[in-house]
């Protein structure tokens, strides 16, 4: 999945008919999936003419990926702004599953958007998977985790953590059982990875 940000040098008007196709689109997106949403409800949501849709995107699909990346920053920006003073790329890494998970606490209507627009790339040169990237061959250097890992590390985790954030959307746990849920997915992600059981206990008991 590319990235699709606003382009460069683009006029006020334009940007402003961008914004409201990208907040009509997330409106929808909130309700059923892009297949299932027409061109015409988009633009008369948004209140433009058609024309102005394929001035910005060339395609449905396009639109929801451009949708589901500004979520997918925001997400990213919480992660490195949690991780901002840890150095242990194992602490690192639980804490990028933990951070996902209270987003979906607190934005599940913006998870249930990136979550359905499949815009959660795996791609291991994906600009957005470079901090876990980093984590997971520093863990693999000091000997933390599998070899393994150095080559399908990243695919396991985002996977993980995709997998958890759709559990939490889909069955709306109380405080208590979703920190459980958290937990156990620390413990059995990392363990996977190849880390002690010992050190992943405690990371989820964080």
Same mark, same amino acid.
């Given at each position: 999945? *590319?990235?699709?940000?606003? =382009?460069? #040098?683009?006029?006020?008007?334009? &940007?402003r008919t961008r914004a409201a196709l990208i907040a009509a689109g997330f409106e929808l997106l909130v309700e059923r999936p892009i297949d299932a949403i027409?061109?015409?409800?988009?633009?008369?949501? *948004?209140?433009?003419?058609?024309?102005?849709?394929?001035?910005? /995107? =060339?395609?449905?699909?396009? /639109?929801?990926?451009?949708? +589901?990346?500004?979520?997918?920053?925001?997400?990213? &920006?919480? @992660?490195?702004?949690? #991780?901002?003073?840890?150095?242990?790329?194992?602490m690192r890494i639980a804490g990028g599953m933990r951070v996902a998970a209270d987003f979906v606490r607190n934005n599940p209507k913006r998870t249930a958007?990136?979550?359905?627009?499949?815009?959660?790339?795996?791609?291991?040169?994906?600009?957005? #998977?470079?901090?876990?990237?980093?984590?997971?061959? &520093?863990? @693999?250097?000091?000997?933390?985790?599998?070899?393994?890992?150095?080559?399908?590390? @990243?695919?396991?985790?985002?996977?993980?953590?995709?997998?958890?954030?759709?559990?939490? $959307?889909?069955?709306?746990?109380?405080? &208590?059982?979703?920190?459980?849920?958290?937990?156990?997915?620390?413990?059995?992600?990392?363990?996977?990875?190849? $880390?002690?059981?010992?050190? +992943?206990?405690?990371?989820?008991?964080?």
């Amino acid at each position: 999945m *590319a990235s699709h940000p606003e =382009p460069l #040098n683009i006029s006020p008007r334009a &940007a402003r008919t961008r914004a409201a196709l990208i907040a009509a689109g997330f409106e929808l997106l909130v309700e059923r999936p892009i297949d299932a949403i027409a061109i015409d409800e988009v633009v008369a949501r *948004a209140g433009v003419a058609k024309g102005s849709f394929f001035n910005h /995107f =060339p395609d449905k699909q396009v /639109f929801a990926e451009a949708i +589901a990346s500004e979520v997918r920053v925001e997400l990213e &920006a919480l @992660v490195t702004r949690a #991780n901002a003073d840890v150095t242990d790329p194992i602490m690192r890494i639980a804490g990028g599953m933990r951070v996902a998970a209270d987003f979906v606490r607190n934005n599940p209507k913006r998870t249930a958007v990136l979550l359905r627009s499949s815009a959660s790339s795996t791609a291991r040169d994906h600009p957005l #998977n470079q901090g876990l990237v980093h984590d997971i061959r &520093a863990a @693999v250097d000091a000997g933390l985790v599998r070899p393994e890992a150095e080559g399908s590390g @990243v695919l396991y985790w985002l996977g993980l953590c995709q997998i958890l954030m759709a559990n939490l $959307v889909e069955r709306r746990l109380e405080r &208590a059982d979703a920190d459980r849920r958290i937990s156990d997915m620390i413990i059995l992600g990392l363990t996977g990875l190849g $880390v002690k059981s010992s050190a +992943a206990l405690k990371l989820a008991g964080r």
